[in-house]
Structures are given as C-alpha cells and as structure tokens.
C-alpha cells in the first residue's frame, strides 16, 4: 500500500508517495493548472501511479495542501455574499480597526468590505458580554432578509450576532431559519468560524469563510471525483494552516482554516527533518514560482500566529506564522516608470509561465535570469521532462533589460537575481533581527523549486553562516503533509482576571473542549490510542490589549503558579521584559485535538559508494569578481555520503537545483542532506 501527498503550488504541483512496506519515497512534479487545481491533482497522481508501477487501489492515504482559498481572496474571485449582524453592527467591516500600517503613503487603500452595504442586514437580537439574552431573536424579520438576499443573487450567507462566542444559541436558531426559508443559500456562523471576542475579526473571518465556500466546496467535489475516475479510493484530506490534516466535509463548512495550507505543510517537513538532523534553530526558506515562504523555529517547534491578513483582510485563526514576499521564481522583471529595475511581486506563474518555457510568456522572470546564467540547465528541467529554451530567454533579457540599460545580456541577469535575493533576505530579517533573534545563530533550511538555487547568496547577504538542503527540496510541502496528523483547533474565550476562581473556571472550560475534540476525532474514526490534546492559554497583563500565547500542561488546581511564571518567561522572551508584580488576564482557551497518523521515514538515505564523477560541465555566472566559471555538474544521486566538496559545483536533480559559489563548502551527510557552509 502507498501513501500520497501533494502540494499544489502556483506553478507546479508536487507529489510525495510512501511505500507503507519497504519505505521508498518517490517524488514527481507536474505544471500546476490554474484555472482548475483539481486537474494537475489527477493528471499528475495518474502519472505518478503509472511510473513507478503502483495501482490506484493501493492509495490507501491521500493528502493535499492548497490556497485555492487564499487565491479566490486575493483574485476576488468569491461568491456573492451576505451579511446578517446585530443592530448597530452593520458597518464593523468598513470601519475596521484605527491602525495604519503605513501612516504616511498617501497611495494607500483600504480593500473594498467584501459583502456590499445592501447586503450587510441587522436584527434586534442582542445578548449581553456573558451571553445573556437581552432581544431574542426577531425570526419574521429574518425570515424575510434570507428572501430578499436570495432575491438579490446572494449566494452565501455569515451570520455573526454580538457576543455569540459566549452563547452561540441565537446564530444557531438563526441558520436554521435560513436554511429553512433559502436552503439555497450557505451559512457560516461565527460561533463555529471563530468563537473569540473583538467583533472586526470574528466578522472579518466569519465572511471570508462565507465568501469562498460555495467554491470550495465544488472544487472539493472535482477533486474527489476526479480522484476516483483515477481508481483512488481514499478519501482526499487537505491540510490547514496550522500544521495539520483535516476531511473533506470539515474543510466544506470551514474553508478559511486552509488559507496559507501549503507553506504551513513545508515548516512542519522542516521541522521533522531538522529534529532528525539535530538542529533546533531554523529558518526555513521557501521560494516557490510565485513567492518565497520564510518561517521561524526555534527549541524544534514553529512559530505560531493567530492574526494574519490575506489580501488586506484580517484572518483570526491559529496558523503557522508564516512571511510571504512576492520573489519566486516566476517573479517578474521590469522597469518600471523611471527606467529602475524592478523585480516581483507579480508573477508570470505557469500560464504563461517564464520566457524559455515556450509557453506564451513574454515578460522575463527569475527563471529566465537563471537559464541565462547557467544556474539553471539551458535545455531541460525535471530531470529532462520539461524543455526550456535558453536562446529565447536571452533575447527577451537583451531586448527588455540589458539594451535600455546599457549592459550586457549577463550583467542585466544577474542584477535581476541580485534584486530577487534582496528581497528574500529582506524576509528573513523581518522574522528574525527585526523580533530580537540573531538570523546568523541560525541554520537556513533551504527547500522550494529554487530555494536551494538562492540559499547561498542569500545566506551570505543575512549574515548565516549555515544551509541544510534535504533530499528532493522542491516536494519539502508535499512531504510535510505525509508527515503531519489528522488536527482540528477549538477555541472559546474566557476573558477574565487570573485568580482561585477563574483558573478553575479555566478547568471546566479545558474539560468541555477536550470532550468536544474527542467527539470530532471519534467522528473521523481516529482510535483512542491515537489521540493526543495539546492545551495553551492566551494571557495578558492588565490594562494591555496584546496577549501572548501559553502552552499548558496541566490546569489542576495546583498548576496556576507554574502558569504564572511561564507567562512571565513568554512575555519576556516577545518584549524583553517582564512584571512579576502585575495582574494577570486570561483571554482564551485553546485545544488542539490531533489524531495521529502513520508516517514514512523523514530521511531518504543515499549510497556511500556513488561516484562523486560530474555529469558534466558548464559555464555558470557568478558575478562579484568571479564572472564566468566552468562548473562541475552533478546528478544528486551521484553524490557520495559523508563526503565533501568545494564550490563552484551547481547539483541538479528532479525538483530543484542546488547552486554551490565559489569557495563554499558542501558536505553530504549520512542521510543525503547537504550542508552549505558559507
């Protein structure tokens, strides 16, 4: 039997399949298919079925990571959508918070609320700050909105009532109204979305969640008949931002937890990976075709975050604490008004695509600065599978760069990766020198189609001394998601002054969700022995307004002091300072509920004996006084373990390529991971 993971990115989908019986790992790689995901899916698993020799009535695990979601954000491409909320609430998506982010760029604009006003309706229900109610809930009215929203072309509805996330009875009541009068239309609730105080972004999340599930939904359901048309059986699982795996009909009613799932799937692989290796201080480095991914992890665990944006608008949900910039390797080069050069965020991704892929593109990309530079093989990728087309790229650099500038074809490719590298290393130093870490204290885990391609220079521009490459980088996300659980967070506000009471309180409230994951995970048919809960409180001091997350072991009555001072070390180790003397908030309860799953074997082991011979040699451009040099190529399979090279070497295999400057030291370890020393 065989497991599969897949990691739809926006220029390739990639593909990880586990033997369960001998533990060989097999990687493929296929163009993605924008305008469908669910196509690239089936296409590429029947490929990857048919070559290496495995029946679809072998799949026994399907995993994918997508932003299907994150993308209908970001495109608009969404449903029309609706919006019900109590009296005087109507307009907390258009006003928002007080913040600005950049107060003095005049260009600045905020993103259009993504329900129109005349769909954004109130009722006079009202319950107090404890749940109480003060209106019920007025169901003619109602009864009458859910018509007239129909009646307009909206398609999906958000419900969210002030202080719902202390008592979810009146959202309740009112869907099931809806869904009585208009069961055409779909329903999200907050209660369920995001049971947490601070009304912008539990409206802000609950309306996303209503905007992109109607798709969602129907993409889901391409994919799973796809699937089967393939002869695959399993049901298809879909990773969520923060770290785990979630089935399908949980993802149809909570689409927004798969926002940025992809990425996510990649910090965990890393995390595993660098564990095995010994190393807990990583940053990891993602760069895809659209974006490069970066994340933090130190003492072996990911940085975790639950206030994020998405196109402009707020998402409140636990997810791996991700920084995305728009430098990949289908970032696109130009100049701009003025004659600068400028390089990304948008991006030409797999239609067109780049230049040399001959696929109709026009602009030049990263991609085609590297062909020209010889990083990349000037005819073929993916192992030979892809053509690409160095002359053509050439040409565009020459006629689109190179001639406005006064440079040559060499010079003007390298500025462009020049300025691609500076941006990534932009990213790293806003996760790591601009919060109080030392990036050079860290290993740079380099993974992607073109993570390995960039790691050296950009370690050396971050000041780190050290990358780890692991086998197959371009698949790291798809093999993440072999490597994760089955995980939902639950999550319900108790915000309340720390004391005797509210940390028994606190208890309860521990024991009430627990009971609740243990019935989601009885549901997915996880056994006991299988499940795991991990418990963590947001606090605070009083009179703040941020608050700093708290993993707990335990709420017994005797463990509020050993919170206490782990609250103190937390609030230390984010600001720099603590105050023992002051009083303590608690916020919010968190429960993740995970089911643990099979996993293959993290490391994929090579031969001792390879011959360490190049496949050949190319001249490759370096710049920086180097110019052009002849350069030993390498397969990766060919390369020995526990051995060691010099640069310049550039190392290619299916998914990526590695490039080795001049004077950097390689090291092949026993496992098959490279090892860059700057």
Known sequence: MVRIGIDVGGTFTDFVMSDTRTG?????????????????????????????G?????????????TVATNMVIERRGVST???????????????????????????????PLVRRAHRLENEERLDAGGNVLRPLDEAAL????????????????????????????????????????PSLHVSISSEVLPEFREFERTSTTVLNAYVAPRMQQYLDRLSARMLEVGVQADPLTFHSNGGLMPTETVKRLPVLTCLSGPAAGVVGSTMIGAATGLSEIITFDVGG???????????????????????????????????????????????????????????????????????GSQITVTDANIVLGRLHPQRLLDGRMAVDRHAAVQAIESQIARPLGLSVEEAAYGIVRIATASMSRAIRAISNEHGHDAAEFVLFAFGGAGPLHAAEVAKECGMSRVLIPNEPGTMCARGILLSDVSRDFVRTQLAPLDDASWKALGAL???????????????????????????????????THDI???????????????????????????????????????????????????????????????????????????????????????????????ERVGPLVIEEMSSTTVVPPGTRMRVDLTGNIHLEI
Request: hydrophobic letters at 35%; a neutral charge; one cysteine or more.
């Open 54 to 66: 495995v029946a679809p009535q072998e799949v026994e695990y399907f995993g994918h990571g997508t």
């Open 549 to 643: 997350r708290v993993p707990v072991q335990s709420v017994e009555p005797g463990a509020r002091a050993a919170f206490e001072e782990a609250f103190h070390c937390c609030h230390q180790a984010q600001y720099g300072h603590d105050h023992a003397d002051r009083p303590i908030e608690v916020v919010t309860c968190r429960m993740q509920a995970v089911g643990q799953v099979p996993k293959p074997d993290i490391q994929r082991t090579g031969s001792a004996v390879s011959s360490n011979r190049p496949t050949g040699r190319r001249d490759v451009y370096f710049g920086d006084g180097h110019g052009w040099v002849s350069t030993p190529v390498l397969h990766r399979d060919a390369l020995a373990l526990d051995t």
């Open 82 to 112: 609706g919006l019900i909320t109590t009296r005087g609430f109507r307009d907390v998506l258009a006003i928002g918070r007080q913040t600005r982010p950049a107060l003095y760029d005049y260009a600045v604009q905020k993103p259009a």
């Open 510 to 544: 521990a024991q009430q969700m627990q009971d609740e994951g243990n019935r989601w995970l009885q549901s997915e048919k996880v056994p006991e022995p299988l499940r795991r809960f991990h418990l963590a409180i947001d606090a605070r001091y009083r009179g703040q």
């Open 143 to 182: 009864e009458e909105q859910a018509r007239a929203l129909v009646a307009a072309g909206v398609q999906s509805l958000a419900i969210v009532f002030i202080h719902a996330y202390r008592n979810p009875g009146h959202e309740e009541q009112a869907r099931r109204v809806v869904q009585r009068v208009a």
């Open 24 to 52: 060989q790992l097999s990687f493929f790689k296929v163009p993605s298919s924008p305008a469908d995901p669910s196509e690239a899916i089936a296409d590429g698993t029947r490929e990857l079925l048919a070559r290496f």
């Open 290 to 360: 659209t974006s490069t991914d970066v994340s933090l992890i130190t003492g072996q665990r990911p940085s975790f975050t639950s206030d994020r944006l998405i196109a402009g608008y707020p998402v409140k949900m636990p997810m791996v604490d991700i920084h995305v910039v728009g430098a990949g390797g289908g970032s696109i080069a130009r100049l701009d008004d003025v004659g600068a050069l400028k390089v990304g965020p948008e991006s030409a991704g797999a239609v067109p695509g780049p230049v040399a892929f001959r696929k109709g």
